[in-house]
């Protein structure tokens, strides 16, 4: 009888310690993705779910405008996600807030989990790094291009096979367009003032300019090449006439009043639903090189609580490494670029319209590094905010561009020197 109850015991230990062992790791991966890019995590994750079951990840997504605050703040508290999203050029602000992946608390989890950093975009996987340490796992590059109406460009005696490559090229479209009855040309998607500031970097960097020195001691775009980039832009939306001021260009295009709209990759979807005859070029070259503006999303393991298990730390390395190796769906349902050259050869993704209309020249830009990211500094985004505040004013014709940027120098430089 003993050895019977001795025989049940052991038994109901076991099923425990089963039922213990079967129950999923949980992983929260909080992410700054809205509308098309939400719904592709969405379906990775679901992916991933359904293929696990010894890890299930819960995922939160939205919140762009606070999500690094937030960010912050749960790691501050003691509560925050075990997987989130980091653009490259806040990595100087968010290091603090990060695990170093090649030293972490339960050690180098890039070689644990079998990362291989060949197998992505080098300038992606190379942005990752700070301070001797390796913080980000590059997910994509995303960026701006040109979109342009193709029946408007017939209306206006223009190939709509061929969209302007050069300043002549686009002022000869542009102004044909504007004689057929059209908006011409949008060169800030809804005209945002972080947006009216990105075009204004585009026609900057094109000339060679730099935003700041070497050492970020001080503002260096206050001068000939930035004035004329600012004045280009300003004129776009008065002088030239080919727009107006607080325009909103996603709207202009998915209406078929606009011939073209510089605008990114995540505007395929609203293009193919917009039922416009649209084609998609890469940026013009305006003035020398044609860069574009652009950034990495990449992906982080927030710094954890003291006494994290292990097992944690893999199982959201398992996760990132599924997304790697999955992310040709990213590239076709959120239309940002994979950073893992394996997927970007990926049949699926190749065959698709996306591809085939757009993502290949989006490709190529990044592939020949005309994508140019933005500040990267831990007060970039105080010296973003200085300049595009300024930037909105004088394409709003309140201020003179040379007023614009003599304010906006001087507000970054008290910012860079801690006043």
């Known amino acids: 009888m003993r050895r019977i109850l001795l025989l049940a015991l052991a038994f109901g230990v076991a099923l425990g310690l089963q039922g213990l062992a079967a129950k999923p790791i949980k992983i929260t991966f909080n992410t700054l993705f809205h509308e098309a890019d939400a719904k592709a995590m969405e379906q990775i994750i679901d992916l991933f779910n359904k293929t696990h079951t010894d890890i299930q990840v819960e995922l939160i997504q939205g919140g762009w405008t606070q999500y690094y605050a937030q960010l912050r703040l749960s790691v501050m508290s003691g509560n925050p996600p075990q997987i989130g999203i980091c653009h490259t050029n806040k990595l100087v602000e968010m290091a603090d807030y990060l695990t170093p992946l090649d030293a972490s608390p339960v050690g180098n989890l890039l070689e644990m989990a079998g990362i291989d950093p060949t197998k992505y975009v080098e300038a992606a996987w190379k942005a990752g790094e700070l301070g001797g340490h390796h913080y980000l796992i590059p997910l994509d590059t995303h960026g701006w291009g040109l979109w342009y109406n193709k029946d408007i460009f017939k209306a206006a005696g223009l190939d709509p096979e061929n969209p302007p490559r050069t300043l002549p090229e686009f002022f000869l479209a542009a102004e044909a367009i ?61 002088d030239f006439g080919w727009n107006k001021p607080g325009s909103n260009g996603y709207d202009q295009f998915a209406a078929g009043k606009l011939g073209m709209l510089v605008a990114g990759n995540w505007f395929y979807g609203t293009a193919v639903k917009s039922g416009v005859n649209w084609g998609y070029a890469p940026m013009p070259n305006f003035f020398g090189i044609p860069y574009t503006w652009g950034n990495s999303h990449q992906i982080v393991i927030p710094l954890q609580p003291k006494g994290t298990p292990k097992e944690v730390y893999l199982a959201a390395m398992e996760v990132i490494k599924f997304i790697s190796e999955h992310s040709h769906i990213w590239t076709m349902y ?52 200085a300049i595009q505040a300024q930037i909105e004013l004088a394409v709003n014709g309140v201020i003179s561009p040379e007023e614009a940027l003599e304010r906006a120098a001087a507000e970054c430089d008290r910012i860079l020197q801690g006043g």
Not at 357 to 371: D, E, P, T, Y
């Open 334 to 385: 959120g239309g940002h670029i994979t950073a893992y050259k394996p997927e970007a050869e990926n049949p699926e993704l190749l065959a698709s319209d996306y591809w085939k209309r757009s993502g290949k020249w989006l490709n190529a830009m990044a592939q020949k590094g005309l994508v140019h990211y933005p500040i990267n500094h831990p007060k970039g985004s105080e010296l973003e905010h």
């Open 178 to 238: 504007k004689k057929a009855g059209y908006y011409a040309f949008h060169p800030a998607e809804d005209a945002a003032p972080r947006k009216l500031r990105r075009a204004w970097y585009v026609f900057y960097w094109q000339m060679g300019g730099r935003l700041f020195d070497e050492g970020y001691t001080h503002a260096t775009f206050n001068n000939e090449k930035g004035l004329l980039a600012l004045k280009m832009l300003v004129a776009i939306f008065n």
